[in-house]
């Protein structure tokens, strides 16, 4: 027995001492490449911000967008649903190509004034990255799945600086209702070491003044609750109008670039005679304005149709970031209905509306926690999973799978 536990204590020793490596190579490369991201992103947004006519750029930077897509990145345009699915069911290592052409696409995206966000395309680069380690290190099946799980981890806690929620992310997004805690890990340390190399590059994330939390009352709770359920049913909304959009464009349009040439001929045209700026790119200024004060009821409506519009006529980004606008927008709205201080709801909304849209509640819980202080986290809780309950058994990603349903009866897929 001695000899046995011996033996245990060493195979433990190797399997830490072999994750913590791979780990910490996943976090070195997505890490970088997402400081790179967002040191591009922050230049194409303050240029097109100093040079609004960019905007009438639009439909020619998609255009090529989808040329570059189609001529150079048909393996790889499933994009977060193809390192989903290759987690799933492996097949082939993720084609580094992706890293560059998600990256290329969605800067340009920014540049001319689409409303796409950033989570997809740092994501897809970490994933990408990681997988180049299946070859060097010669790694089976199973350790295959948790390098990509770890770069997906490290692309979301460096994009947004919320380690905690990059882990548990890529646990919780593969599957409803199941989580896969043996690259628990491994997700961690590449999230940890990955949000510490963007930050050791000068990487900056946004401040979100949510202000001191009030007391939990009976009241607040209830609130929580009923906004959770909008937040669930609006998440639900923004998925299908994407899904349906893409879906409706791709049956009429078979040359898959004249997709966002039109997409974008249509936004910009909007957006410039509309003065409809506050729409487009990430909005950050308007998510940080719906912490300080009452916004327009609608701004939420705007975002989702622009979001709608950019994602579902094939333009590159993420549907989170902008998630996080329309959930902040529309907690800013429901605020004086449910006699809640609109700090607290545009906070809560910011995260729920993305629990319910990705079907991943823990993650956003415990990155409302990180944005916005452990004080929140009882309201946050119970929004994100009333409003993953209240979103369906369908989400932005389309690859995920059905673990459990949301009720009691589980389900046979895995």
Not at 225 to 243: I, R, S
Not at 262 to 285: E, H, K, N, Q
Not at 395 to 401: E, H, V
Request: hydrophobic share 55%; net charge positive.
């Amino acid at each position: 027995m001695p000899h046995l536990e011996q033996s245990s204590k060493l195979e433990i020793l190797r399997y830490l001492a072999k994750w913590v490596a791979l780990a910490t190579l996943v976090a070195a490369l997505a890490g970088s490449a997402s400081a790179l991201f967002l040191f591009a992103l922050d230049w194409a947004t303050h240029t097109r911000d100093a040079k609004r006519w960019l905007i009438w750029g639009l439909p020619v930077a998609g255009f090529l967008v989808g040329w570059l897509y189609l001529k150079f990145g048909q393996q790889v345009e499933a994009g977060n649903n193809l390192l989903i699915d290759e987690i799933h069911d492996p097949k082939k290592v993720v084609p580094l190509r992706m890293a560059p052409l998600v990256l290329g696409g969605t800067v340009i995206s920014h540049l001319f004034g689409a409303s796409v966000g950033r989570e997809g395309t740092a994501v897809q680069m970490g994933g990408a990255l990681a997988d180049q380690l299946t070859k060097l290190f010669r790694l089976n099946t199973s350790d295959r799945r948790m390098v990509l799980m770890a770069g997906i981890s490290a692309g979301f806690a460096s994009v947004f600086g919320t380690p905690l929620a990059g882990a548990v992310f890529a646990l919780e997004v593969l599957a409803m209702g199941r989580m896969r805690l043996n690259a628990l890990l491994p997700c961690l340390i590449a999230a940890v070491l990955a949000d510490q190399v963007g930050l050791w590059w000068g990487v900056q994330h946004t401040h979100y003044m949510a202000g001191v939390m009030p007391g939990i009352t009976a009241w607040l709770l209830v609130a929580m609750v009923l906004a959770g359920a909008v937040f669930g049913l609006t998440g639900k909304l923004f998925a299908d109008g994407t899904h349906a959009l893409s879906a409706w464009m791709a049956k009429r349009i078979a040359y898959a670039p004249l997709r966002p040439l039109l997409g974008g001929a249509v936004i910009a045209t909007v957006v410039m005679w509309g003065s409809f700026d506050r729409y487009i790119g990430l909005g950050i200024p308007v998510m940080v304005e719906a912490f300080a004060h009452p916004l327009a009821p609608t701004d939420f409506l705007g975002k989702m149709v622009f979001t709608i519009a950019s994602l579902g006529s094939g333009f590159k980004g993420g549907e989170v970031t902008p998630l996080f606008y329309i959930g902040a927008t529309l907690g800013n709205a429901l605020a004086p209905l449910l006699d809640v201080p609109f700090p607290l709801l545009a906070a809560v909304g910011f995260v729920a509306v993305f629990a319910g849209a990705a079907n991943t509640p823990i993650a956003s819980t415990l990155m409302a926690m990180e944005l916005f202080g452990a004080e929140i986290g009882v309201f946050a809780a119970l929004a994100c999973v009333m409003s993953y309950m209240c979103s369906g058994h369908s989400g932005i990603y389309r690859a995920q799978r059905l673990g459990h349903r949301k009720t009691d009866a589980p389900s046979e897929s895995s």
